[in-house]
């Protein structure tokens, strides 16, 4: 796929999840250009935001076409993570219901089921449940992210960072994933989370390319088949 595919199908993927609607981001950075960015426009909906659509900026969240239509307004998140992880190439902002409720009640969320081995330690917060728009806020954002790939930001949602666009998607849908049965497993009186140990041998044999690959497809897939995704752009 272009990165203008990438983008608009991610976005879609969100939408067909609730992890995005009116709000919530897809972004990849140039496979040309390290200082170039591909992401969501202002005012298209998730759910039908198409590759035309795309819009570029800098790292310092200028566009590159200036009559271009204006990027989301916390683009900031994404280019805060480009400027300070060059071996990131893609980031997503959500909304997840399940996974933002841990940031609120203070409560950790840690590797409570397979899917969820990769967060084998509790995911940092962003204590600043503001949007995030600012140079300033960016940096601070990145001071508790650190070199995790994943954050929540406190009563707002989440950002995800991965290598590429399917291991940042794969990582969102198990964050959230994660969190449901953490959430469920606590209302039954004994969230039994996974030890260090078990996190780190099931991530070995589940956390692989081929892995992430069957992921996205299945997602492409039901997207396709649902009318989330159309048959051609």
Sequence with gaps: ???????????????????????????????????????????????????KDVVKITLDNEPVDPDAPDPVAEAEIHTAVYRNRPEINAVLHTHPPIATLFSISGTDLVAAFTRGAIFDRPVPVYNRPDLLTTREEGELMMEAMGERDELLIKAHGAVVAGEDLKRAFTRTMYLEINAYHQLYASILGNANTLTPEEAERITET????????????????????????????
Excluded: C
């Design 1 to 51: 796929m272009t990165p203008e595919e990438l983008v608009a199908t991610a976005n879609r993927l969100l939408y067909m999840e609730g992890l995005a609607d009116t709000a919530g981001h897809a972004s990849v950075r140039s496979p040309t250009d390290d200082n170039v960015v591909y992401i969501n426009p202002f005012s298209v909906s998730r759910g039908e935001i198409r590759p």
């Design 206 to 233: 589940t956390w692989r390319q081929r892995s992430i690959d069957k992921v996205w497809n299945h997602y492409v897939w039901e997207a396709s088949q649902n009318g989330y995704l159309p048959d051609e752009w």
